[in-house]
């Protein structure tokens, strides 16, 4: 995947691989066994950390760095989530709760019906924030009409856990992106 150095692709790269080891490393850093539904919080907060630190939102990016180091010591309570929803909110990026979370009734709630994988470890979370990162440049070169295929990959990651062939579809959606 070449990109230009400087380009918001390759800063984003750059940005999440730096957390890779983080993922890996997680349950000797938090001294407590990890489950999949935290490795999925923990996802989401590296991408939103990355797409925080891109758009120079450094108080927001602080904020997430606590909130991560929270989810990984007490797990995904409440009022963590409730926390760290709002921070998604400031950064536009409520989409990466997709496909696990939705709206009712005003508030985030799992959906029953969407399973985790149950195998959802370090690997399959590294490369769900690689993923989301990858939709958020589709976006950003205006071309979200492919976010909604390339979604697919992002769900059956997520229920259907790491596999090579979906860190092959991210690696080819983030190939084609040009810097601006």
Do not use: K
């Amino acid at each position: 995947m070449a990109q230009e150095p400087g380009s918001p692709a390759t800063e984003m790269i750059t940005l999440v691989q730096s957390g890779r080891g983080v993922l890996e490393a997680a349950v000797q850093q938090f001294s407590r066994p990890l489950h999949p539904e935290d490795y999925f919080w923990l996802a989401i907060c590296l991408a939103a950390q990355v797409m925080a630190e891109v758009q120079q939102r450094s108080s927001v990016s602080d904020r997430l760095e606590v909130l991560t180091d929270a989810i990984g010591r007490q797990g995904p309570q409440p009022n963590l989530v409730e926390s760290l929803t709002a921070e998604l909110a400031i950064l536009d990026s409520l989409g990466l709760l997709w496909p696990l979370y939705r709206r009712e009734q005003g508030e985030w709630v799992r959906d029953a019906d969407v399973p985790l994988a149950p195998d959802f470890g370090p690997e399959a979370a590294y490369w769900l924030s690689v993923a989301h990162l990858a939709a958020a440049l589709l976006h950003l070169t205006d071309r979200g009409a492919e976010v909604a295929e390339f979604s697919q990959v992002i769900g059956d990651l997520i229920t259907g856990g790491y596999r090579p062939e979906y860190e092959q579809s991210i690696m080819a959606v983030l190939g084609t992106i040009r810097p601006e």
